[in-house]
């Protein structure tokens, strides 16, 4: 391990006791080696407007771990996952999970390709596609999670036939969710609400759990 990487290696370890993460250590060095991996493309691709390692761990590693004890799967669908964030951390995490992460762009889905094989993430199944012409497989996903994808109400029109029976959405946001939540389409309600306090970062963030109407598709 390079003194970089036992200096990111220290902080990813405070911060996921901070979240009350019992992480064995070889799953911290996956961590660790895709903030390498992130920081590495990034000076090339421009996949995310943090920079440096240290707050990639707190902005992106630890923003995501946050959500890990309300992600019960086993199938999660990752909404605008960008570079495979929160996806690739839960997977990490969690490796029983059955990932699918699902953006648009093509250099940030290269990336989550590389940080698949790389990291070797059997479970992990990135994908090119626009939300709106993506089809989820027969029975849907059990859980949808979106973070920072969209407003909440676009988050749920777009993503509205991908959960499946009794499943849920995961939405991480700002403060400012508990405005928008005056606006969710009819049949799909919020049943809780967590604020998350990310270790190294300022501000609080919230997780608002939704879930259909019994009888709603």
């Known amino acids: ?60 590693v630890l923003d995501s771990a946050a959500v890990l004890p309300f992600v019960t799967g086993p199938s999660l669908l990752d909404v605008g996952a960008g570079p495979g964030l929160p996806g690739l951390v839960l997977a990490i995490l969690a490796p029983e999970l059955d990932v699918t992460l699902l953006d648009s762009n093509g250099k940030k889905v290269r990336f989550q390709r590389q940080a698949v094989m790389e990291l070797k993430l059997e479970r992990v199944t990135p994908v090119q596609a626009r939300v709106e012409a993506f089809e989820a497989p027969a029975g849907g996903f059990d859980q949808v999670i979106s973070r920072a994808f969209a407003s909440l109400e676009d988050f749920l029109a777009l993503s509205r036939d991908l959960p499946g029976e009794g499943g849920q959405w995961l939405a991480m946001k700002g403060p400012a969710v508990e405005d928008e939540l005056a606006g969710l389409p009819d049949g799909i309600a ?24 019994p009888g709603e598709r």
Do not use: C
Not at 32 to 40: D, E, N, P, R
Not at 202 to 212: F, M
């Open 1 to 60: 391990m390079t003194p970089n990487d036992t200096i990111l290696n220290d902080r990813l370890e405070r911060g996921l006791a901070e979240l009350g993460l019992d992480v064995p250590a070889q799953r911290r060095e996956r961590l660790v080696a895709l903030v390498g991996l992130l920081h590495k493309w990034n000076r090339a691709y421009n996949l995310t407007a943090v920079r440096d390692p240290e707050e990639m761990v707190a902005r992106h």
């Open 190 to 213: 919020a049943v809780a609400r967590h604020t998350l306090r990310v270790p190294f970062s300022v501000g609080d963030r919230r997780l608002v759990i939704l879930e259909r109407a």
